[in-house]
């Protein structure tokens, strides 16, 4: 119950931080998060030049996440599948940690629906202002 239940609260831990950070710069930030998602499994190698291949395809959803929520969505979906390869093939993202892909592959939809709904800050939905650009 554990395995699921905490990755999901990571998620929604993320959101909720993430929310702390103002507009266009929550985007952005997560654009960013969203193309080292794409290169977390690169040093394994368990997948040889695959793994070359999905880094150069997240990159560029990652560079489109620069202006678009749905692009970071596709990220995240994207490393869901990813997670899930590597849980399978039995190379985790953390070597030391064997379920730590299945947690990601839990981790990650949580943060993509986020994305979807346009990364909205949670924070205004329980009545508190959004952060403001300072500057």
Not at 4 to 10: T, Y
Request: with cysteine.
């Amino acid at each position: 119950m554990i395995e699921i239940l905490a990755p999901i609260v990571i998620g929604l831990v993320y959101v909720a931080l993430n929310s702390l950070i103002a507009e266009p710069h929550r985007r952005k930030f997560n654009a960013l998060m969203v193309g080292g998602a794409g290169a977390a499994y690169l040093s394994g190698g368990a997948l040889g030049p695959w793994e070359l291949l999905f880094c150069a395809v997240s990159t560029y959803v990652a560079f489109r996440g620069l202006d678009s929520w749905t692009f970071i969505g596709i990220g995240w979906l994207l490393h869901t599948g990813w997670d899930i390869v590597h849980h399978l093939k039995g190379q985790p993202i953390l070597p030391f940690a064997h379920g730590s892909s299945f947690g990601c592959a839990i981790c990650d939809p949580v943060i993509a629906l986020w994305a979807f709904t346009g990364g909205r800050s949670v924070w205004t939905r329980i009545g508190r202002a959004e952060p403001r650009v300072s500057g």
